[in-house]
């Protein structure tokens, strides 16, 4: 089987969107209500959403096996100074993670902000997300924690993390 990453324009967001709808509901169930779920689908996921993010200076990589989505990333450099990127988004779907796509994602994020001379990543995570592990193991630590009002009455608990180089 063969992994390929590569970034995508405008014209494919809608893989990142129909990915989600996938994953999403599966990954945040234990942790966030479906209704939170639908609504940051609604607000973070659509169309105009991503779009958005694009002309903000976001780069998006689908992750293909075998021709086939099964993640994506999305991420900023120089976010929020020079010396930063953000790690936004990675995901893949359930049934494929545990198999390095995952790695493959977070290690091409990782050398796009090196090339980019940043010497920080960062990213937000669920307190409650058991993707924490994952991201330990790629050398991230807790650098601090956040609530983020999201609107609508729902907040995002989470922790900043972040890996030094």
Known sequence: MSLTIRSIGRSELHLITALSAQIWPIAYKEIITQ??????????????????????GHVFLIAER???????????????NLDFSKLHKLYVLPEIQHAGVGSALFDSVLSASQKQHC???????????????????????????????????????????????
């Open 35 to 56: 209704e939170q779920i639908k609504y940051m689908l609604n607000t973070m996921y659509s169309q105009k959403a991503l779009e958005q993010n694009l002309s903000d």
């Open 66 to 80: 075998d021709g086939k989505p099964v993640g994506y990333a999305g991420y900023q450099v120089h976010f929020p």
């Open 119 to 165: 010497k920080h990543l960062i990213l937000q995570v669920n307190k409650n997300n058991p993707a924490l592990q994952f991201y330990h193991k790629k050398g991230m630590y807790i650098h601090e924690e956040s609530v983020f009002d999201i609107g609508n009455g729902f907040v995002m608990d989470d922790y900043i993390m972040r890996q030094d180089w």
